[in-house]
């Protein structure tokens, strides 16, 4: 619950500074999604294991042990912030502490969260890669044959949709005949399965036994927390595509 309201409080103060002109660019906020990483944290080893994502990548360095002074520095374009001011809210990355990004790429850190975790089996290593992505990524390319060859060379990897309900400001079910994303994996014989995203809990529960499966050498996992946005898409949303009782 500490860590959970420490992030809900950084973002919140990220959008004061922005509306103030002191971030600029595109700011993409966490808040709703925050159970996922609390759960996250009680099932990796923050040493060894890696994490990649997309944008809404704030948290996840904190996440993972990063001060958030750094990512703070990074958002106001310091050459003090974790990218050394260089990569803005879409690029945050600490090498120290395993996290290797924030991509602003949709879909693009589904292969190199993959490569990620082919270059630990391939140096003997027992480490794990838990690759976030949004559920609009899953319409790209990239995730089926990232998910292909995970299978194939029974990769030390765990894929997490995390599925908040809109892609931007398109909702699940207008991009698919089918809203359970999970059952993707399905196709590929990966073991898969639904999450409740807003309880830490579950997605702790839920992340043990996927990353034990990885560490054993018995291969990857997709798990699709189902949380959900309570901002926008960025903050220049005006999600004109919610009804006032869905906000409400």
């Not at 500490?2 to 973002?11: A, G, N, P, Q, T």
């Not at 925050?34 to 904190?62: F, M, Q, W």
């Not at 908040?164 to 994996?185: E, P």
């Amino acid at each position: 619950y500490y860590d959970m309201l420490l992030w809900r409080k950084f973002e919140e103060k990220c959008a004061a500074l922005y509306i103030q002109q002191k971030i600029r660019g595109f700011l993409h906020l966490y808040n709703g999604q925050e159970a996922i990483l609390s759960g996250l944290i009680n099932s990796i080893d923050v040493k060894k294991d890696k994490v990649i994502t997309a944008y809404r990548c704030h948290v996840l360095p904190i996440a993972m042990g990063l001060h958030p002074k750094y990512v703070m520095a990074e958002l106001l374009g310091k050459v003090t912030g974790s990218s050394n001011g260089k990569g803005g809210s879409m690029h945050m990355f600490s090498k120290e502490h395993n996290c290797f990004g924030g991509h602003g790429i949709v879909g693009g850190q589904i292969p190199l969260g993959a490569g990620i975790a082919f270059a630990d089996k391939y140096n003997k290593s027992d480490a794990v890669t838990v690759c976030f992505m949004g559920d609009g990524a899953v319409r790209q390319g990239s995730f089926h044959e990232t998910l292909n060859l995970a299978m194939l060379w029974s990769l030390p990897v765990v894929f997490v949709v995390e599925n908040n309900g809109y892609a931007m400001g398109t909702s699940v079910k207008r991009t698919s005949n089918h809203t359970d994303i999970w059952k993707l994996g399905l196709g590929y014989e990966m073991p898969c399965g639904p999450v409740d995203g807003m309880n830490p809990v579950k997605v702790a529960e839920a992340l043990d036994e996927a990353i034990e499966r990885a560490r054993s050498d018995k291969g990857p996992t997709l798990l699709e927390m189902k949380t959900y946005r309570y901002r926008g898409h960025s903050m220049s949303d005006a999600q004109k595509y919610r009804t006032k009782e869905e906000v409400q």
